[in-house]
Nanobody, 121 residues
Framework: QVQLVESGGGLVQAGGSLLLSCAAS??????YAWFRQAPGKEREFVAV????????RYADSVKGRFTISRDNAKNTVFLQMNSLKPEDTAVYYC????????????????WGQGTQVTVSA
């Protein structure tokens, strides 16, 4: 069984930064990803990182501002978010899956409970 626990969300002004963490327990997954869901919208892909941490993919909306990374020794995945915008406001979810670098939420088997990120104008 895999458990994922996110932390690091909060309220920040536009232009600010936040670091999200996802602590994973159980077996190591091939890919870990971050998704987000704003009120009234579908869950959308944000970023994904490979097993080694050497390959990453990002949604166009966050490229150049967000960085995903993983520390396999600590079984933790991070999402560094810089230059935050009000449209980044959402609940952010960590997900783990056995397929490589998937961007579709239905390809992930394990999910955290989510952490709220609110960016004020």
């Amino acid at each position: 069984q895999v458990q994922l626990v996110e932390s690091g969300g909060g309220l920040v002004q536009a232009g600010g930064s936040l670091l999200l963490s996802c602590a994973a327990s159980g077996r190591t997954m091939s890919s870990y990803a971050w998704f987000r869901q704003a009120p009234g919208k579908e869950r959308e892909f944000v970023a994904v990182v490979s097993l080694s941490g050497g390959i990453t993919r990002y949604a166009d909306s966050v490229k150049g501002r967000f960085t995903i990374s993983r520390d396999n020794a600590k079984n933790t995945v991070f999402l560094q978010m810089n230059s935050l915008k009000p449209e980044d406001t959402a609940v952010y979810y960590c997900a783990g899956g056995s397929r490589w670098l998937e961007t579709r939420p239905d390809q992930y088997n394990y999910w955290g409970q989510g952490t709220q990120v609110t960016v004020s104008a």
